[in-house]
T-cell receptor
Framework: NAGVMQNPRHLVRRRGQEARLRCSPM?????VYWYRQLPEEGLKFMVY????????ESGMPKERFSAEFPKEGPSILRIQQVVRGDSAAYFC???????????FGPGTRLTVL | KNEVEQSPQNLTAQEGEFITINCSYS?????LHWLQQHPGGGIVSLFM???GKKKHGRLIATINIQEKHSSLHITASHPRDSAVYIC??????????FGTGTRLTIIP
């Protein structure tokens, strides 16, 4: 049973470009969470999604960031017009729902030049 | 004040020592997680607790719901235990709120 998959593992973008980060949850998991870890800072919640629904996006920056979890395929975190301050590690976690344990992916490390 | 406080922030110990990392939280929770992160690495879930105590190998985690406090213990510590240990709390099936982590270094 494969764990949570994230790709790419490393992503380099120039300022103003778009970044797309993908997360495939564990088999049987329908809940996805995105977290961000800025350099030398702790982890912070961004968004919580179930299939085709955004449940809680209280941690998402108001502009340039969006997330989706379609009926088919991975969850996508999209960052438009990236800036240097977006450089961070982005982790996805999945759970089966209820109070099931969250399992983390390996993260995507975004570097904005 | 953060919802989740960890202590100590940094901990250096000799190989073989017994390690304790503490976590206090200020809100009602449904579960508490202990996570491990190696430098530049991913996040591994060590424990999820809602009451009592859990043990896995040399790791032991306890939680006191009334006192809103949890501890992570490592027995017979080893240099490969060197990592950042993160406490996180959850309410219902919602997001995790994280402590700032404890950086553990075990010296051979």
């Amino acid at each position: 049973n494969a764990g949570v998959m994230q790709n790419p593992r490393h992503l380099v973008r120039r300022r103003g470009q778009e970044a797309r980060l993908r997360c495939s949850p564990m088999k049987g998991h329908s809940h996805v969470y995105w977290y961000r870890q800025l350099p030398e800072e702790g982890l912070k919640f961004m968004v919580y999604l179930q299939k085709e629904n955004i449940i809680d996006e209280s941690g998402m920056p108001k502009e340039r960031f969006s997330a989706e979890f379609p009926k088919e395929g991975p969850s996508i975190l999209r960052i438009q017009q990236v800036v240097r301050g977006d450089s961070a590690a982005y982790f996805c976690a999945s759970s089966p729902g209820g109070i099931g344990e969250q399992f983390f992916g390996p993260g995507t490390r975004l570097t904005v030049l | 004040k953060n919802e989740v406080e960890q202590s100590p922030q940094n901990l250096t110990a000799q190989e073989g020592e017994f390690i304790t990392i503490n976590c206090s939280y200020s809100v009602g929770i449904s579960a508490l997680h202990w996570l491990q992160q190696h430098p530049g690495g991913g996040i591994v879930s060590l424990f999820m607790l809602s009451s009592g105590k859990k043990k896995h190998g040399r790791l032991i985690a306890t939680i006191n719901i009334q006192e809103k406090h949890s501890s992570l213990h490592i027995t017979a510590s080893h240099p490969r235990d060197s990592a950042v240990y993160i406490c996180a709390v959850r309410r219902g099936n919602e997001k995790l709120t994280f402590g700032t982590g404890t950086r553990l270094t075990i010296i051979p």
